[in-house]
T-cell receptor, first 115, second 109 residues
């Protein structure tokens, strides 16, 4: 069974640009979660999508947004990039059957660097 | 502000000994508890989850949950150099997951 996949592996942008990160969940999983892990900091919850709907979001500004497609894959968009957005962005997926309490499995991450 | 606290370490443990990792959480309504291992530069991988008070064993790993005291721990028996990593505690409550900042574990050969 294939795991969670993310693309691209690395992304380099300049301040003010927009970044789009993509995630494909494990087959059969309907929930997708996005996290930011900045250097020296813990995992910060960004967004949770299930069945195409945004179910919850963390304490991030509105320039962090995303969507989930009918095939359950997901995009994370970051507008007006700032230097402090440089981080590893992790996507996780779960079965989504228990209202957000399911075990989450992580993808390899996208390393975003903002210059 | 709901919080999950872990000692950042590093925790140094001799090879073959028991490593004990602890995590406390502030939300008494938390329902699900997870331990993830993260090697440097890699994404977290699930080790164990626990929902009920008491111990849960899986191979060399034992998770312990005490909801009254609001802590969850992970014991690693017969520690191996390959266990050297950062261990993340995660707690779910109110449809939101909160991760601790992790404890760095170093197994001394």
């Amino acid at each position: 069974e294939a795991g969670v996949t993310q693309s691209p592996t690395h992304l380099i942008k300049t301040r003010g640009q927009q970044a789009t990160l993509r995630c494909s969940p494990i087959s059969g999983h309907t929930s997708v979660y996005w996290y930011q892990q900045a250097l020296g900091l813990g995992l910060q919850f960004l967004l949770w999508y299930d069945e195409g709907e945004e179910r919850n979001r963390g304490n991030f500004p509105p320039r962090f947004s995303g969507r989930q497609f009918p095939n359950y894959s997901s995009e994370l968009n970051v507008n007006a990039l700032e230097l402090e957005d440089s981080a590893l962005y992790l996507c996780a997926s779960s079965h989504g059957t228990s209202g957000g309490t399911d075990t989450q499995y992580f993808g390899p991450g996208t390393r975003l660097t903002v210059l | 502000q709901k919080e999950v606290e872990q000692n950042s370490g590093p925790l140094s443990v001799p090879e073959g000994a028991i490593a004990s990792l602890n995590c406390t959480y502030s939300d008494r309504g938390s329902q699900s508890f997870f331990w993830y291992r993260q090697y440097s530069g890699k994404s977290p991988e699930l080790i164990m989850f626990i929902y009920s008070n008491g111990d849960k064993e899986d191979g060399r790993f034992t998770a312990q949950l005490n909801k009254a005291s609001q802590y969850v721990s992970l014991l690693i028996r017969d520690s191996q150099p390959s266990d050297s990593a950062t261990y993340l505690c995660a707690v779910i409550g109110d449809d939101k997951i909160i991760f601790g900042k992790g404890t760095r574990l170093h197994i001394l050969p």
